[in-house]
């Protein structure tokens, strides 16, 4: 048996078959990788990828969306449960 990378192996999004191409060889639908790429907490390129997204610029917090206070959630839950 013939041991490959799990990026190489693919699955067909239409079919469901699996393949080593992009492109299904059975109906010619997208293919895509059949499972995520590892992660390590050793991440050695999690620095990069922050500089890329500008997580350090101060700006960047504002653009996370905020939840509701609790006592926000709890008062639109008994509002709803009223009408």
Do not use: F, Y
Request: hydrophobic share 30%.
């Amino acid at each position: 048996m013939i041991q490959m990378p799990r990026q190489l192996l693919q699955q067909c999004l239409n079919c469901g078959a699996w393949c080593l191409e992009t492109i299904c060889p059975q109906c010619g639908g997208t293919a895509q990788a059949a499972a995520p790429l590892k992660w390590s907490p050793e991440d050695h390129r999690a620095n990069i990828r922050r500089q890329l997204n500008n997580v350090e610029s101060p700006d960047w917090s504002q653009t996370i969306p905020t939840l509701p206070s609790l006592e926000e959630m709890r008062s639109g839950a008994g509002q709803q449960e009223e009408e």
